[in-house]
C-alpha cells in the first residue's frame, strides 16, 4: 500500500512563502489524482487543492491566487507553492490520493491513504 508522507512546513511570517511537499513510499503517482486538505485547531479537514493524473488543478477559493498545487512524476512527489500566506492559513496541511480520473475530487470521502499531516504556522 502506497504511503505518503508530508514534509516542508514551518513557521513563517505573514505575506511569506513555504513549500510542503508529499512523497510517496513506492508506487507510481502519476496514476493517481493528488490532494491538498488542511485541518486547522478546532475546525474540520477542509479541501486546499487537489490535481488529476493529467496534470488538471482545482484550488479552494480562500486559496486562489496564492497557492499552486503541482506534481513532479519523475520525483514521485507532490508540492504545495505557498505563497501571501495570512494567519488564517495556520493548520497541518495533508496529502492523500484517489484513483486516476478527469473528475477532480474536493471531499475528504474521495480520498485515501492519508499522511500523518505537516504543521504550517503563520505568524501576524
Known amino acids: 500500500q502506497v504511503q505518503l508522507v508530508e514534509s516542508g512546513g514551518g513557521l513563517v511570517q505573514a505575506v511569506g512563502s513555504l513549500r510542503p511537499s508529499c512523497a510517496a513510499s513506492?508506487?507510481?503517482?502519476?496514476?493517481?489524482?493528488l490532494c491538498w486538505f488542511r485541518q486547522a485547531l478546532r475546525k474540520e479537514r477542509e479541501f486546499v487543492a487537489a490535481?488529476?493524473?493529467?496534470?488538471?488543478?482545482a484550488h479552494a477559493d480562500s486559496v486562489k491566487g496564492r497557492f499552486t498545487i503541482s506534481r513532479d512524476n519523475a520525483k514521485n512527489t507532490l508540492y504545495l507553492q505557498m505563497n501571501s500566506l495570512k494567519p488564517e492559513d495556520t493548520a497541518v496541511y495533508y496529502c492523500?490520493?484517489?484513483?486516476?480520473?478527469?473528475?477532480?475530487?474536493?471531499?475528504?470521502?474521495?480520498?485515501?491513504?492519508w499522511g500523518q499531516g505537516t504543521q504550517v504556522t503563520v505568524s501576524s
Open positions: 513506492e508506487g507510481i503517482l502519476s496514476t493517481y489524482n
Open positions: 490535481i488529476n493524473s493529467w496534470g488538471g488543478a
Open positions: 492523500a490520493l484517489a484513483k486516476g480520473r478527469i473528475r477532480i475530487g474536493t471531499t475528504v470521502l474521495e480520498y485515501d491513504n
